[in-house]
């Protein structure tokens, strides 16, 4: 096996020069981040955590990186993965000790979950009173956030003298950054972040963002091989392809492969295109499932996946067989293919790009592959709703039918529109309904984790990073009522998103997953809120949606062109049983009643 070094990043985004002398430890945090062009930290502020805001108050006015300030720390530990998403830069996010770090641990694990990186910054009472009950002590000899963090972060230390902190921020900034990505969190007790820095004269910013990818040359040979001798070829994509889709789809449109993918990695393609055939796992497609079991296919190519459970229909044998291939860049996630007939390991786009060059050639010579996709009835324009149950998707009905609003959402949104969609039914919905063509990771869920309020951060992270692009998060009343409060830091930043609730006083997953799986029907019934009003009540602007005809006529380009958020409180049918029968059926296995739980 032959491993070749491969660059993350490419080092010419990041100055280089010398760094001028700093004040303190928090002083010295900030600078690297300013070096990696991160513009943003997400947090609330705290006694413990203050020296790391004054120096944040000293780079803004530098025009260096500043401080958003969230309403609870889940949501910034959110904020910071919508910033991730946007930009492609770590998030990050802080905290003061005790109750503001455990605050944060949610949006922390669900991070850790959807491989996103983040620096973790969270307080600690002042050295000398560790172990004597100061208040909101989080030392070894406390509740201690270090202990509480281990299982959710790849890096977790306690900087317990300011001459760690050069060392264990650059681990911490490295860590976040190997693959498979991930949260790296340091607690700096508030005396150690006060303390003079004592810094050289360089930061090694080349180490800093760089990953070493290895790929493995000899398992892309044996790809070539097995694909001089299959003929009928299906690729199945993942959320972690990311900016290698390009690649990808060039291979598939040279050897006429048909694809499908996760429900996240729908995002990465034209869900219109000819060669599709839908999504795979939760909520997904019929067509899908069809393509997978077809005896036909010779050779089935999972990329950029960790076959997770919801992507995998609970780890069907449709997709895990041994006619599968597992190209991916963390190892790890080759611990649920063991039954793939070959691995290879690596940066995805440097696969793909060998890939090319060998079927390039190839082709030029006149191969060719089966189209057998002719047999499969693919889903095509205008979305499944309209074409598997047009009654549904086109319906007049009031209340309003989710499926009508996602198919709605899918023609009416611009396509540059960074979607957010929440746990609970709106998952279910938006994945099987809002079929869109952008294939530039716009489209953006958080399954790992499955944390109910994830859009509602996330989707301001976003949009802080990039005001420009339309934003919009869809979430059910449910998950709104755990963060709503973060809507008035959209306000207070004058971002102008989009908040749509998909309003059926229920928690609606909880309602069908329970009538699914003939449970106890308990716990799903909200009351009736009328969240416009709660809007206006915090000043920002509220819609109310009853009928086909007001959403018809919602002028999405108009609301994402004020100086504010706009709320959208859509009143749904909660009759409507969304698509997520095979997910009730594991879970019956288990004994659970939530699909998403
Ligand atoms: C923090 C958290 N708590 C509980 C759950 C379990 N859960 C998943 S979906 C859901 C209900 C979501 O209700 P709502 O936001 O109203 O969305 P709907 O299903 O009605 O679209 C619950 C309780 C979860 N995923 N996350």
């Keep these: 096996m032959m491993f070749n070094v491969l660059p993350f990043a490419s080092a010419d985004t990041v100055s280089t020069s010398p760094v001028p002398h700093q004040d303190t430890c928090a002083d010295l945090i900030v600078e690297y981040l300013a070096r990696m062009g991160i513009t943003t930290v997400f947090g609330v502020p705290g006694g413990a955590i203050e020296p790391f805001l004054n120096a944040l108050a000293r780079s803004e006015r530098k025009g260096g990186p500043r401080l958003v300030v969230a309403r609870h720390e889940s949501g910034a530990a959110f904020m910071a993965d919508g910033y991730y998403r946007e930009t492609g830069k770590m998030g990050v996010v802080c905290s003061t000790t005790g109750p503001g770090a455990t605050n944060l641990l949610t949006g922390v694990v669900s991070a850790a979950a959807d491989e996103i990186p983040m620096l973790v910054i969270t307080a600690q009472t002042p050295l000398p009173k560790f172990g004597k009950r100061a208040l909101q002590e989080s030392s070894c000899t406390a509740v201690d956030t270090v202990g509480i963090f281990r299982y959710a972060t790849q890096f977790n230390t306690l900087i317990s003298h300011h001459e760690q902190l050069e060392t264990k921020l650059v681990s911490a900034i490295m860590a976040a950054h190997r693959a498979p990505n991930g949260p790296a969190h340091i607690s700096i007790p508030a005396d150690v972040l006060r303390a003079p820095a004592t810094i050289g004269p360089n930061i090694h910013n080349d180490l800093l963002i760089h990953n070493f990818s290895l790929f493995d040359e000899t398992a892309i040979g044996r790809l070539c091989e097995k694909l001089g001798n299959v003929e009928n070829i299906v690729v199945y994509i993942g959320s972690g392809v990311n900016k290698?889709?390009?690649?990808?789809?060039?291979?598939?449109?040279?050897?006429?492969?048909?694809?499908?993918?996760?429900?996240?990695?729908?995002?990465?393609?034209?869900?219109?295109?000819?060669?599709?055939?839908?999504?795979?796992?939760?909520?997904?497609?019929?067509?899908?499932?069809?393509?997978?079991?077809?005896?036909?296919?010779?050779?089935?190519?999972?990329?950029?996946?960790?076959?997770?459970?919801?992507?995998?229909?609970?780890?069907?044998?449709?997709?895990?067989?041994?006619?599968?291939?597992?190209?991916?860049?963390?190892?790890?996630?080759?611990?649920?293919?063991?039954?793939?007939?070959?691995?290879?390991?690596?940066?995805?786009?440097?696969?793909?790009?060998?890939?090319?060059?060998?079927?390039?050639?190839?082709?030029?010579?006149?191969?060719?592959?089966?189209?057998?996709?002719?047999?499969?009835?693919?889903?095509?324009?205008?979305?499944?709703?309209?074409?598997?149950?047009?009654?549904?998707?086109?319906?007049?009905?009031?209340?309003?039918?989710?499926?009508?609003?996602?198919?709605?959402?899918?023609?009416?949104?611009?396509?540059?529109t960074r979607i957010f969609i929440d746990a609970g039914n709106s998952w279910a919905w938006a994945t099987h309904y809002l079929t869109r063509s952008n294939s530039d990771g716009f489209y953006r869920i958080a399954m790992g984790y499955g944390a109910m309020a994830w859009s509602i951060g996330a989707a301001i992270g976003s949009a802080v990073a990039n005001r420009n692009a339309p934003t919009i998060c869809i979430v059910g009343d449910g998950s709104y009522l755990m963060s709503a409060q973060e809507i008035t830091v959209a306000a207070q930043q004058h971002l102008p998103m989009v908040f749509l609730i998909l309003n059926d006083a229920a928690m609606g997953m909880v309602l069908h997953g329970q009538r699914l799986g003939n449970q106890e029907s308990i716990g799903w019934e909200l009351n009736s809120i009328n969240y416009a009003a709660l809007a206006q009540a915090m000043g920002i602007d509220g819609i109310v949606i009853e009928t086909p005809t007001d959403l018809d006529e919602l002028d999405f380009n108009s609301l994402f062109n004020k100086t504010g958020p706009t709320l959208v409180d859509v009143r749904i049918d909660r009759n409507e049983v969304p698509p997520m029968g095979d997910r009730v059926k594991s879970l019956a296995i288990n004994g659970s009643a939530t699909p998403g739980s």
């Design 244 to 416: 290698a889709s390009q690649q990808i789809m060039e291979f598939i449109t040279l050897t006429g492969a048909s694809f499908v993918t996760s429900p996240m990695g729908k995002s990465w393609v034209d869900e219109k295109h000819p060669q599709y055939h839908g999504v795979f796992g939760f909520a997904g497609h019929e067509s899908a499932n069809a393509l997978l079991q077809d005896p036909n296919v010779d050779l089935i190519i999972a990329v950029g996946t960790a076959l997770s459970e919801l992507g995998t229909n609970g780890w069907k044998g449709d997709l895990l067989n041994n006619k599968l291939i597992h190209i991916d860049s963390s190892i790890e996630h080759f611990t649920r293919s063991t039954m793939a007939n070959l691995h290879v390991c690596g940066n995805i786009d440097t696969i793909f790009n060998r890939l090319l060059v060998s079927v390039r050639e190839v082709t030029k010579w006149g191969r060719q592959w089966n189209t057998h996709r002719k047999n499969h009835v693919r889903n095509i324009n205008g979305g499944y709703a309209t074409l598997l149950e047009p009654e549904k998707g086109l319906s007049n009905a009031v209340p309003l039918k989710p499926q009508r609003l996602m198919c709605q959402l899918a023609k009416k949104l611009p396509e540059e």
